[in-house]
């Protein structure tokens, strides 16, 4: 490895270290605990210590310098335009000691991503497409306002008891916008060049994919997921026309709402 990029590796580690728990930022903020490390963010539950309230705190990362704080600027910008029971609002934002921060509602409950990967939730055909439909219709509410999601996946829908909630819209962009950079292995947010509502679809395909493979035994999922799903998964004809529409094999589906009606036959049948 090149000297100077491992010193910039170092560096960047150090300035984007988390805080630590008991941390209070601004007199009001309270660090309760760190929930992860984004590409372009830090993200905190806190204890707001005027109203008690339990709330997210989202840090523009540091080492992201502008970039980070663009895209803060910019999440924060989309969230207040939305107003949906299943979409967490922003509560504020703000700068300290030259840190721009967002706060959130906290939402409780469990990620699938949790629920699948930890809990060893299983999901039947019928449950991950119902299961689904119920997402479509935040979906259609976030593509009615002339946005595109781009980070449909597992970690970023919660279930708390009988509500789900669609989370981090630090991708989001306007419709017909151009999709501004790739992001790891979030292979469904850069699949096409310009924000359209196929690029969520394409991701809800792979949602339904994983939630599918919930009760497969295998080694070697990855892989699996990505190339054998037609021979490994018993699924019926219609929900394999749809998913071969979604994952963009067969002509894909240009109307969300297209997905929405085979979705509502195979359910209503």
């Known amino acids: ?6 010193l910039k590796g170092v560096y960047e ?6 805080k630590r728990e008991g941390t209070v930022i601004t007199d009001k903020y309270r660090i309760q605990q760190f929930l992860g490390l984004g590409s372009y963010g830090l993200t905190y539950i806190c204890m707001d210590v005027d109203s008690g309230q339990e709330v997210v705190l989202k840090q523009a990362k540091p080492s992201k310098g502008k970039v980070g704080r663009d895209l803060l600027y910019r999440e924060i910008g989309v969230l207040g335009r939305l107003s949906h029971p299943s979409i ?40 991950a497409l119902r299961f689904v439909r119920r997402l479509m219709e935040i979906l259609s509410y976030v ?47 850069t699949h096409r060049e310009i924000a359209e509502t196929p690029n969520d679809l394409y991701a809800i395909g792979h949602f339904i994919l994983f939630m599918l ?25 219609l929900t394999k026309h749809m998913l071969r529409k979604l994952l963009q094999i067969d002509p894909p589906y240009t109307d969300p709402q297209q997905f929405v009606r085979d979705l509502d036959h195979w359910l209503n049948q």
Not at 1 to 6: F, G, R, T
Not at 213 to 237: A, C, I, M, Q, R
Request: glycine share 8%; net charge negative; charged share 25%.
């Open 88 to 127: 967490q609002r922003c509560l504020a934002s703000f700068e300290y000691k030259k840190q721009l921060y967002m706060v959130t509602e906290y939402v409780k409950g469990q990620t699938l991503e949790d629920l699948i990967f930890e809990r060893g939730e299983v999901f039947s055909e019928q449950e």
């Open 13 to 18: 580690a150090w300035i984007d270290y988390p």
């Open 213 to 237: 493979y919930s009760g497969y035994n295998s080694d070697n999922f990855e892989v699996e997921l990505n190339s054998g799903w037609e021979d490994e998964l018993t699924v019926s004809p």
């Open 143 to 189: 593509h009615e306002q002339g946005l595109v999601h781009l980070d449909i996946r597992l970690p970023n829908v919660i279930l708390d008891g009988d509500q789900i909630h669609l989370i981090d819209f630090g991708l989001a962009s306007h419709l017909g916008e151009p999709i501004r950079a790739k992001f790891g292995s979030a292979e469904e947010t």
């Open 1 to 6: 490895m090149d000297v100077i990029e491992y």
